[in-house]
């Protein structure tokens, strides 16, 4: 399944796991992912293999906004 996320929403995604990253470089358990709305940009952390999403939530995992293309 592939995410449609707008370029607005991608950069939010990876500065909020920047910058859980950043100021936390101690921290044994990493997220996830991150959860984000596409209509209010809500986003937060996912910690759990499981992530549960509030309706029209999507989730983004940390593979992809390591990746280049994304």
């Known amino acids: 399944m592939a995410l449609l996320l707008t ?14 990253l950043e100021t936390h470089p101690n921290q044994v358990r990493l997220p996830q992912g991150v959860a984000i709305s596409p209509i209010t940009y809500r986003a937060g952390l996912i910690f759990s293999q499981q992530p549960i999403l509030l309706p029209g939530e999507f989730f983004v995992p940390v593979e992809l906004m390591e990746s280049k293309i994304y």
């Open 7 to 20: 370029p607005s929403l991608q950069k939010l995604a990876k500065l909020l796991y920047r910058t859980y």
